[in-house]
């Protein structure tokens, strides 16, 4: 059997991700997935399993008010979350169920750890600002992760009406990175493309407050702050999150109209022709 090093471990890192994993999470992951690669045969269907159950102790904490234990264990969970795609990645042991399991295992985490908040809060206080907290956390997540793949089958239907080639997922949810396609005579120097090529070289997304954020937001800094921060620093995260997505709809409403306006063109000269 192969034994692996840190740096195999490594080259599974995605090329680009949310700053929060890459700052946080994959210097631990990292160092978890290689014994769990050397040493054991637990799959990445096992891992993303035990992530689940850690999701669910982490609820159960929240709501028995035992906010630090809820934060540290909700850590822990998208950590193995984490350690099973590269464990994937590693062996090639990835499988389509286990992207499906993946997928749904981080929604039912989110909305049994907002609901395990809310219900601990309520209890604790009464106030029913904390149901609504745990509702609207649950239905942002959702929204964001049913948005996701709506607009990438958006962006994948008029590419495929104009016949060009199929990006690879992190070119296609982060447009901005083609600037590295550019030559860099031609390359505006304007401060986004700076800041995003200084985010690439560091593996970090531009979409800065991204769900991932989000859930740290929610159920890591906030927990440990104490609290007096969960709606403050929810409200916010949420805002942001919000915002973003809204961008990103935006930016999917300028690509469909400009491609848009490109076919009518093109439909036009043939006519003519």
């Known amino acids: 059997m192969r034994t692996y ?39 990445p269907n096992a891992l993303t399993v035990l992530s689940l159950v850690l999701g669910a102790v982490s609820a159960t904490c929240f709501a028995l008010n035992h906010h630090m234990a809820g934060a540290v264990v909700f850590y822990l969970s998208f950590m193995i979350d984490c350690v099973d795609g590269k464990i994937a990645r590693l062996k090639g042991t990835g499988t389509p169920f286990g992207l499906w399991l993946d997928y749904v295992g981080d929604r039912v985490r989110v ?41 990438k ?33 031609r390359r505006p120097r304007s401060f986004p493309r700076r800041f995003n090529r200084f985010l690439a070289r560091h593996r970090v997304r531009s979409h800065l407050i991204s769900g991932i954020e989000f859930h740290a937001a929610v159920f890591v800094v906030a927990p440990l702050a104490g609290e007096w921060a969960l709606i403050p620093l929810a409200a916010v995260a949420g805002v942001l999150l919000l915002v973003n997505e809204i961008f990103l709809v935006y930016r999917m409403w300028r690509f469909t109209r400009r ?3 490109a076919s009518s063109q093109e439909s036009r000269e043939h006519v003519l022709v």
């Open 5 to 43: 090093s840190l740096d195999d471990v490594f080259e599974t890192r995605k090329r680009r991700d949310s700053w929060w994993t890459v700052y946080f999470v994959d210097p631990v992951a990292c160092r978890v997935a290689l014994p769990v690669a050397n040493r054991t045969q637990l799959t």
């Open 111 to 151: 909305v049994l750890c907002a609901g395990g908040l809310a219900y601990g809060q309520y209890v604790l206080t009464s106030d029913v600002r904390y149901v609504v907290l745990g509702a609207a956390v649950a239905v942002l997540d959702l929204f964001r992760y049913v948005n996701a793949p709506q607009m």
């Open 153 to 185: 089958r958006v962006r994948d239907a008029v590419r495929e009406e104009r016949g060009e080639p199929e990006p690879g997922l992190e070119e296609d949810l982060d447009s901005l990175e083609r600037v590295a396609l550019v030559p860099r005579a």
């Open 259 to 261: 491609h848009g306006v």
